[in-house]
């Protein structure tokens, strides 16, 4: 709450809320040879030529003496990985085991998964140093309805010495084809189900998984939850995992930390891993959040979906705006050591060796622009927050980005072009390397400020050239000094209470089974919890006197009465101003971190008065049933009401 007048001590409230009104049924939704695997710039390999072969009519082989892929061809298909001992590291048993995926519709149609199936194939380069090859079609009317109105070149690269396929894809849309609907894209692959046992996806998130079959609720093996991407383990082939639930959504990552992950053959010491070297191609920003890996054995890379984000974005291309995106390249790379603590150790060094080649120099793309031809944004983020400090703060570690040119905060649902993100140092210097050239807004923000900061320019990028944008200052809205605030502004609801998971449905997600601080958030059910600690009265937090961290319940969620029943719930922020202003306005202001079909109602001293303010049914990201602890953000920053007394 803050107060017009200059001067006057007036109020502000900055809360972050998560809150949802819960429709469960809306959620969808080492040898010896390994030694070679790294790839320095003009290093001679002792390893051997890569070599690209023809197969039948239908196959196509590349080898370079550690890995060998077959391609199906013209179709582009990744159909084996020969690695080690493993004829085939991924599963034989099904037709698609490694391919592409878009899922589209036109306005008003049901939505289907187009596989990009190729109908030419081409040798994009040959040398014994590397082999691009190309698996493409073309789109034209005649094909309107049966596939994704997309032309499709798919592009995969092997390099002498390298232990690993380098993959993208470049996907056009040309004027005047009919709008359509693009909802995800993405790269699947499924591995050999018998052999990869152990998943890791960061330092602390890693452990032996359960398999396909023990997820199937109609063998005795698993139970239904409450939406199908959730089972409990009920009878699982390795018993540690008894009582146990699986659900993908709990292996789901930033997009910023989603660098490395992947599956391990205990058994054949062999590790499988996708390292995305750069973010630039995927949707959203650096904190949208999306899957990784998961049960299958199943390993992705996600370059655009609605998760955690929902229709919010808007995936409908248009056809009076052409558009074409390269998405990737992304790295499968395989290795093999003694434990699987090297081999996790070993795919993150090969990820620093990746993120330090980008660009890479040997992609042969007209659309894939390499170092010289991208450009470079820096400056210095400086925050002036007028009641806290006089003078400007250094915009410390504040998150810097350039995307589509939009309104402060657009970047957050943006997904048709690329961007660009770092964080600013403790000073708010900030460098934005190798940005594709291009017309882009500069956008901002920063862990302890509300709002979004944006640039009153656009930035236009061209080859080579650097752009100093000097020092920039953001004011986040403020009219009075802070009377109270509860939580930090920071885009996540992580600081507040997350209570302990039922028991009966605990998740070990780490592989010394000490859950760790962080991944609270992660359990299975704790939107019920709210209910149990809540049974009939709702929660009242008493400012100065309650703590935030213990008792501002992490999402303000609706009370499960039984029987399909689900009741709003009011809380409380009881607050006692010393004096009160009568000539001037307070302030409050909130900021939601999450929101899934719910509508937030404002209401001042009276429970039954008129609402001073409400957000009007709001949200679709359907972050709490899917694990995460922010989903999109939505600023409500002035909410002004004159005193009442
Ligand atoms: C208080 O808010 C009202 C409505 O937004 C506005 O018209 C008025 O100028 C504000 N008063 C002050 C002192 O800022
Ligand atoms: C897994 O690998 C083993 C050994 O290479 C092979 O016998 C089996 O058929 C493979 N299974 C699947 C499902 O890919
Ligand atoms: C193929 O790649 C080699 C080595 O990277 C490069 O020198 C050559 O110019 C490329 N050829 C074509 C046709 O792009
Ligand atoms: C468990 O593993 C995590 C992350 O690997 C580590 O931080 C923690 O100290 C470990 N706990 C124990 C009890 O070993
Ligand atoms: C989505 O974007 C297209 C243009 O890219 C625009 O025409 C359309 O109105 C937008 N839809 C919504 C719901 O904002």
Redo the contacts with the bound molecule.
């Keep these: 709450m803050e107060n017009g007048a200059p001067g006057v001590k007036v109020g502000r409230v900055m809360t972050q809320v998560f809150v949802l009104v819960f429709l469960l049924q809306s959620v969808h939704s080492r040898t010896s040879r390994n030694n070679l695997n790294i790839a320095k710039p003009g290093q001679k390999f002792a390893s051997p030529p890569v070599t690209l072969k023809k197969v039948g009519h239908d196959k196509v082989v590349v080898d370079n003496g550690i890995i060998q892929v077959t391609f199906s061809s013209p179709q582009g298909l990744i159909t084996g990985i020969k690695y080690n001992e493993f004829d085939n590291v991924l599963n034989d048993k099904i037709k698609n085991r490694g391919y592409w995926d878009v899922v589209w519709y036109e306005s008003g149609e049901t939505p289907v998964t187009d596989f990009l199936v190729g109908k030419e194939f081409d040798v994009v380069n040959q040398t014994s140093e590397h082999v691009e090859i190309s698996f493409s079609r073309k789109w034209d009317i005649s094909q309107r309805g049966s596939i994704a109105p997309l032309n499709v070149d798919k592009r995969y690269i092997i390099r002498r010495g390298v232990s690993g396929v380098y993959m993208y894809a470049v996907l056009e849309r040309l004027k005047g084809w009919p709008d359509v609907d693009m909802d995800q894209t993405r790269i699947v692959f499924k591995l050999n189900t018998t052999k990869f046992d152990f998943m890791a996806i960061s330092d602390s998130r890693q452990k032996i998984m359960p398999s396909a079959t023990d997820r199937d609720i109609t063998n005795g093996r698993a139970s239904p939850l409450a939406y199908k991407e959730a089972v409990r383990l009920i009878n699982p082939e390795n018993h540690i995992l008894k009582g146990q639930v699986d659900d993908k959504y709990m292996y789901s990552m930033e997009d910023k930390d989603n660098k490395v992950h992947g599956w391990i053959s205990s058994d054949q010491s062999v590790g499988f891993w996708m390292i995305t070297p750069s973010d630039e191609f995927r949707a959203c920003g650096p904190v949208k959040q999306d899957l990784s890996s998961h049960v299958g054995p199943t390993t992705l890379s996600m370059f655009t979906s609605l998760h955690y984000a929902g229709k919010e974005m808007?995936t409908?291309?248009?056809s009076k705006?052409p558009w074409k995106k390269v998405f990737g390249p992304v790295f499968v790379y395989l290795n093999s050591a003694s434990s699987r603590n090297l081999l996790w150790t070993d795919a993150k060094r090969q990820m620093v060796v990746e993120v330090q080649s980008w660009p890479y120099d040997f992609v042969k793309s007209a659309d894939y622009p390499l170092h010289h031809q991208r450009g470079t944004v820096k400056g210095q983020f400086f925050v002036l927050d007028r009641y806290n400090s006089k003078s400007r703060l250094f915009g410390k570690f504040a998150f810097v980005g350039l995307a589509k040119p939009g309104e402060a905060g657009s970047w957050q649902t943006e997904n048709?072009g690329y961007q660009f993100w770092t964080k600013a140092d403790k000073m708010g210097m900030f460098t934005i390397a190798n940005v594709r050239p291009g017309t882009y807004s500069l956008y901002a923000w920063v862990s302890g400020f509300i709002g979004d900061y944006i640039y009153e320019r656009d930035i236009t990028i061209t080859p080579g050239r650097e752009i100093n944008v000097g020092s920039i200052t953001y004011e986040p809205p403020r009219s009075g000094s802070t009377l109270w605030e509860i939580g930090e502004p920071d885009r996540t609801a992580a600081e507040f209470f997350i209570p302990d998971q039922d028991p009966t449905l605990l998740t070990k997600l780490s592989l010394n089974d000490s859950n760790l601080p962080q991944d609270r958030f992660r359990q299975y059910g704790l939107w019920d919890r709210y209910s149990v600690l809540y049974p009939r009265k709702d929660l009242v937090y008493i400012v100065g006197v309650s703590d935030y961290k213990k008792e501002w319940f992490y999402a303000h969620l609706t009370r499960n009465a039984g029987k399909g029943i689900y009741q709003a719930t009011t809380w409380q922020i009881v607050f006692n101003l010393k004096t009160v202003t009568q000539t001037g306005n307070y302030t409050l202001r909130i900021a939601l971190a999450a929101a899934t079909t719910a509508n937030l109602f404002v209401r001042i001293n009276e429970a039954n008065s008129k609402p001073i303010f409400m957000t009007g049914l709001i949200g679709q990201d359907n972050a709490i049933a899917r694990h995460g602890i922010h989903g999109v953000m939505y600023d409500y920053l002035r909410l002004e009401s004159p005193p009442r007394v």
């Design positions: 808007n409908t291309y248009i705006e048709k």
